[in-house]
DNA sequence: CCCAATTACTTTGATAATCAAAGTATATAC
DNA sequence: GTATATACTTTGATTATCAAAGTAATTGGG
């Protein structure tokens, strides 16, 4: 029971910065080079379709609206974001991708899906359910314990 | 099989994010406020003992040496570290925790392992098993596989 | 033994991410 | 119609980070 508390603290601690890392490192290269982790982050919760606000952005992300502002000018900036004033509340301004954020966005979903694959490949067929369903677990228990 | 894969996916990257933030917003405060989350970490690395070198440190950690040197110095004006030159090489700085550091250490560590003991209560102990399994194939095939 | 190369660390100069608080514009409510 | 609330941006500050240059100690030929 401890020994187990123990392994899997050891190991989450590990394989997290791991993840962080190979993000960092093969993510932000190549087509993408001028993007950064946290622009790469802000374009995954914008997504495509139809455009959100800064505010539900922000929050989603858990970050203030100053810091998604700064983050914004430099996406639109670099050409990967349009602002857009709403027209039924003009206090509120929506945020898209443009073409070149939507093909960041499927490259970012793309590393993902690979990582996810190439990793299950790894592991056997009936542990994958289970690995899964503890995740879920996992996620439900500390939205629960820690009012995310 | 696809399904399993986007569902990996979408709960890996909110977990992800998740703890990130719980981290952040529980570790950081009462005794421990002055401390950043990188701090923290510098401090779970060089753990209790006998000192490590600022090399093996920055490695471990994956950031420059330069970064941990600045990261250090606030440690020390902090109280938390102490450097101190080795004897038989004197290029090598050592670097270990104040008493003061190892109770910051130990708040980390028991922070995780509640966070752990917490979850792991949530889960059949059959399916504990498989996902501490599950996570240690994961860790080793990214090893592999980014060559960390 | 000495000097060239290597290693270990620090410093410097630059950039990015972040926050809290103050500022601006719009909407809502009484 | 003004006061309050909401949505966003700006400002000023701090922290984390890197690459590259600098300093000091060690090591390995000759």
């Given at each position: 029971m401890r020994e187990n508390h123990n392994s899997l603290n050891q190991i989450l601690v590990k394989l997290f910065n791991d993840i962080l890392k190979i993000e960092e490192k093969f993510l932000c290269r190549g087509e993408f080079k001028s993007l950064t982790m946290s622009e790469f982050h802000i374009i995954e919760n914008i997504g495509i379709g139809e455009g959100k606000t800064m505010s539900e952005t922000a929050k989603a992300l858990k970050i203030t609206s100053g810091t998604l502002t700064t983050g914004i000018d430099n996406l639109v900036k670099k050409g990967y974001v349009f602002r857009k004033r709403s027209?039924?509340?003009?206090r509120k301004v929506l945020i898209k991708l443009t073409e070149k954020g939507e093909n960041a966005y499927n490259e970012h979903y793309k590393f993902h899906e690979e990582m996810v694959a190439d990793t299950l490949q790894e592991i056997p067929k009936d542990e994958e359910e289970v690995l899964i369903r503890a995740l879920f677990n996992v996620d439900r228990y500390f939205k629960k314990k820690y009012k995310l």
């Open positions: 027209t039924e509340d003009r």
